[in-house]
């Protein structure tokens, strides 16, 4: 069978696929590579080479400077001083929020910058009487046009500057996308603030965040701690546990300021019931509650998996919370050499990545288990899965076939059509599979139809890359989209209502705005 026929049927199975949202991503993307190598398509070397491209060995060393940031507390701190500083209007802290998580995200991807975020800015909802579902969906979607300010702001800009180096053009630098995210930036913010209050839907969520200072007043008061004692520091926190039914912890004599059998742990409260116990203690019965104190990497340890206890409130968790950890200046360091060595191009992008994520490790900012915890691997198995279908498309030359097609029905309608014909497509199957996996899928295809029409590759890429960051419609077309989900007490149609506004004006940046920062012509 023609190779060319054989890579598309593979392509139509492997989007069917995506769209089910049965099958795990990264199984999906193994099974492409595989399915190009057996039907002959691929030579072995070419369906696996994805896994050991310098791009996604960049992304995955974003994902541990990410991880830095997030538990030596930086993000939350900057989060802190920003939105303290907003007051309690809707309008200040939407602004505040958006322009906060915006930065963020430039720095360490979409998801993380709304993982490390949410919980802050649904406390901080909390306190201004504000319903979380008015500013949640607009921290995703002021993250998602925040992604366009940085190369490092997602992992579409990482492969798109590579395919656009790959082509015989240039890649993108460091800032050059921020040309493009300004503008989405701007608008998306202005829609938020016009129209978030009409098209936001009030609702009570059913779970709400931590809120670390109520939390540590409520711990106080229950076990009769003193209310000069730090209970949650950078080095030092506490975590409530509950004993469960065949626990080895039960009989054992317990009291306050004594420590745990691995030593490592002090019990600072036991309670049964709603009866705090005596300094005396008690043997410890199935269902006792105890304060744990210790430090965070200690606390994690001996409270994750455990069969000794059930953990309340994961040390992870609240570890995250507390402003300016251990680690916190050397993070910060790291991450602006990193910057340094992206912005000025001394070494290529995936060596930059992989010394700042080494970095962190040697300087104990990050555990090694913490670090390989960090990655995501179903985003790195995905890209580098679905690598091989790119190259599958350039050398079969189902791309080229697809970008004649293209052209000959385009005839004579310009590039600017053109441009808008392949943001349509990446606007579309963005909201039903991957961002990442779409931008793989209709790069060659952007790459081909520029080569046809003897039109530079840049602008079709950009669009490309502007279009891949509107996953707006559903709460499934990005992990960011859907954590605000359960907080907000979001329904899936709330996403298509507000997202609408805000794919018009990124179809607006991508066909008529980007062309006129990297023009059509060579």
Known sequence: MDPIIVTLIILVVAVVAFVSNRIPLGAIAIA??????????????????GFGDPTVLFIASLFVVSES????????????????????????????????VAVVTAVISVNGAVAALLPLVVVVAARARLSPSQLLIPLAFS??????????????NIIV????????????????????????????????????????????????????????????AEYAIDAD????????????????????????HVFPGMCTPSGDLVILGVKRGEDTLSDHGADV???????????????????????????????????????????????????????????????PAAVAGLLAALALVLTRVVSV?????????????????????????????????????????????????????????????GQLISNTATVLIVAPVAVALASTMHLSPLPFLMG???????ALLTPVATPANLMVMEPGGYRFGDYARFGLPLMLLYFAVAVFYVPMIWPFTR
């Not at 309008?91 to 505040?96: M, Q």
């Not at 992604?147 to 992992?155: E, N, V």
């Open 32 to 49: 492409v590579s595989l399915a190009l190598y057996l039907t002959g398509v691929l030579s072995l070397p070419q369906a696996l080479a």
């Open 69 to 100: 940031l997030e538990s030596t507390g930086i993000v939350a701190w900057a989060g802190q001083q920003v939105i303290s500083r907003a007051g309690t209007r809707q309008r200040s802290l939407l602004l505040t929020i958006g322009l906060l």
């Open 229 to 252: 004692r730090a209970l949650m520091t950078s080095g030092r926190g506490v975590t409530e546990v509950v004993v469960p039914p065949r626990s080895p912890l039960i009989g054992l």
């Open 464 to 470: 490309l890359t502007v279009a891949g960051a509107a």
């Open 285 to 347: 019965q199935a269902g006792d509650a105890l304060l744990l104190d210790g430090t965070w990497d200690d606390l994690h340890r001996h409270t994750s998996g455990s069969d000794e206890v059930l953990v309340v409130d994961d040390p992870a968790t609240l570890r995250r919370a507390v402003p300016l950890g251990a680690g916190a200046k050397r993070a910060a360091v790291i991450l602006g050499a990193m910057i340094v060595l992206l912005a000025t191009g001394i070494v």
């Open 369 to 429: 288990t913490r670090a390989y915890r960090s990655i995501s691997w179903t985003t790195v198995v995905l890209v580098a899965g679905m690598i091989p279908m790119s190259t599958a498309f350039q050398t079969t030359g189902a791309a080229a076939l697809i970008a004649d097609g293209l052209g000959t029905w385009l005839s004579g309608a310009g590039p600017t059509a053109a441009l808008a014909v392949i943001v349509l497509i990446t606007l579309v199957l």
């Open 143 to 156: 993250a998602h046009a925040g992604s366009m300010l940085a190369l490092t702001g997602t992992p579409v």
């Open 161 to 220: 500057s590579e395919l656009a180096e790959e082509s015989g053009g240039r890649g993108f630098g460091f800032f050059e996308f921020a040309l493009a995210g300004l503008p989405l930036v701007i608008g998306t913010l202005a829609i938020i603030l016009l129209l978030g209050k009409r098209l936001l839907p009030h609702r009570t969520p059913k779970s709400v965040p931590v809120d670390l200072e109520q939390l540590a007043a409520t711990l106080r």
